[in-house]
């Protein structure tokens, strides 16, 4: 997944915030807990104000990524 995440950050970086929360960093507890984190990889699409907009655990088709982020950017992210 990695290569895939990457490719569309390097695509839409100047557009979306790619944030990764490192699974052994107990400082993204916080943030795991708050988003529902289950199992590695688990992604989460967000809003501006912190909201879920979409939700994948494990593996996700690069086309299925990229449409959820082309959409969150369409509507503004709401």
Do not use: C
Not at 10 to 17: E, L, S, T, V
Not at 18 to 44: C, M, N, W
Not at 47 to 74: C, F, I, K, R, T
Request: aromatic content about 10%.
């Amino acid at each position: 997944m990695l290569p895939i995440v990457h490719g569309l950050e390097a695509r839409y970086g100047d557009q979306i915030n790619f944030v990764y929360l490192d699974i052994d960093d107990p400082a993204t507890s916080e943030f795991k807990r708050a988003l529902g984190y289950r199992v590695q990889p688990h992604f989460f699409l967000l809003d501006g104000q912190g909201n879920v907009l979409h939700s994948w655990l494990g593996s996700v088709p690069a086309d299925e990524l990229e449409a959820a982020l082309l959409e969150a950017l369409a509507t503004g992210g709401s």
